[in-house]
């Protein structure tokens, strides 16, 4: 109960935190107010403060005494925003034209300061150092690769990490999880066929764009149907189709895009080479040079199944069996996250919004009763696993 009482004193003051960082949404690696409201109230909190790591990220410890040479447990929060412009009519609506908090990161950010503020009042409680990341830059840019960089796991010494998704489509105030992956692995890819114009009633002359492209569409649906393991996930679509500008004309350059998406990190390791493979050898057969760009995105996220287990104990003691949603399959969208999960054990779950309003919309909002919920698992899940740092090793799905 000591929790959530703390917690509930705290509701508005974390519902006003939201609303400031929504007014003033900023891009990755842009996140300099927001870095430094986190940074100034860590301090307040009585947190050890790291600013600028990967760039805008801010890092907060708080070492109980007697506990400062076990591994720490980290929460991770994201701050950045998206380019989308808010058509929200909300007192609380960006103030930045055409940057918005779409994604709940605002939320992620409020909520993961709410639980700080708490287990700073819970210091001779905690079993192990609580370190808060609030990190930049998560969407496309990599963040977390920035925060790996500078040396984050090395420095603080982690040996579990924990992050939080609003989620719309888990039922409101669930807490949704699941053992293994939970977020799909990414990878975008651009190219360009190059061929030979001719006049549309001379094809002989031509090395023709659209068809080789078209072919290599076609192809790349046999990654799914024909190279990898029908028990195993994945979907490659082509998004941009550019080509030619006159009926009469067969062009010689065609523009097209794609991204591919798996929950199987062993598929996402095989990917790039099949796709090179596919659409190299698909543009020869019709005489086309193909020149190819392929940018990895995010590794597979998958939870340790320890680490599901803290938070599913946790859920259960802040809101009883019907609190947890289990989820029966991975999200196909993708997260950096993903990249800490490659170096320590932790889980990624999601708080349910339970709403219509679709992430990365100019419409997103969420019910902000829901900051005080994910703040208690929040805070509840550190406190759960500073009790066995020193018991647990890798990931062991
Ligand atoms: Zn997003
Ligand atoms: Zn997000």
């Not at 300099?32 to 986190?38: E, Y």
């Not at 819970?122 to 840019?141: G, N």
């Not at 990917?271 to 193909?290: D, M």
């Amino acid at each position: 109960m000591v929790i959530k009482e703390l917690v509930a004193k705290e509701k508005e003051t974390i519902i006003a935190w939201r609303r400031q960082i929504h007014q003033h949404p900023e891009l990755g690696f842009q996140e300099h107010k927001t870095g430094q409201l986190v940074g100034d109230l860590l301090e307040e909190f009585g947190y050890e403060v790291q600013r600028g790591i990967g760039g805008t990220g801010v890092v907060g410890i708080l070492k109980p005494k007697g506990m400062e040479h076990k591994r720490a447990v980290a929460l991770r929060a994201d701050m950045d925003a998206l380019t989308v412009t808010e058509e929200n009519q909300v007192p609380y609506a960006s103030k930045n034209p055409g940057v918005m908090h779409a994604c709940g990161h605002d939320g992620h950010t409020a909520m993961l300061l709410g639980a700080a503020k708490v287990l700073s009042q819970l210091r001779d409680q905690l079993s192990a150092p609580i370190v808060v990341l609030f990190q930049p830059a998560e969407e496309r840019l990599g963040g977390a690769r920035a925060v790996l960089a500078d040396g984050f796991f090395h420095q603080y010494s982690i040996g579990e990490i924990f992050g939080l998704h609003l989620w719309p489509q888990v039922p409101k105030g669930k807490v949704g999880l699941k053992v293994g992956p939970v977020m799909a692995g990414s990878i975008d890819f651009k190219l360009k066929v190059l061929g030979q114009q001719a006049h549309a009633s001379e094809p002989h002359n031509s090395i023709d764009t659209i068809v080789a492209g078209a072919a290599i569409v076609g192809a790349l649906q046999a990654i799914s149907s024909r190279f990898i393991n029908p028990l195993e996930s994945v979907v490659v679509s082509v998004g941009t189709f550019h080509a030619g500008e006159i009926s009469n004309v067969i062009p010689g350059e065609a523009l097209l895009s794609g991204t591919a998406r798996t929950a199987s990190q062993n598929v996402y390791k095989q990917l790039p080479a099949l796709l090179e493979r596919v659409i190299e050898s698909t543009a020869r057969t019709y005489g086309a040079r193909v020149e190819l760009e392929i940018v990895e995105g995010y590794p597979v996220t998958a939870s340790c199944a320890e680490s599901v287990a803290t938070v599913e104990q946790v859920t259960r003691e802040a809101l009883g069996e019907e609190g947890l949603f289990r989820l029966d399959s991975c999200r196909m969208a993708s997260e950096d996250f993903s990249y800490y999960l490659q170096e320590v054990p932790g889980a990624y779950f999601f708080l349910g919004l339970g709403n219509e309003r679709k992430l990365h919309q100019p419409t997103f909002d969420f019910d902000e009763e829901l900051l005080a919920v994910g703040a208690e698992i929040l805070a509840r899940t550190a406190l759960a696993a500073s009790k066995r740092q020193d018991s647990h090793g890798p990931c062991r799905n």
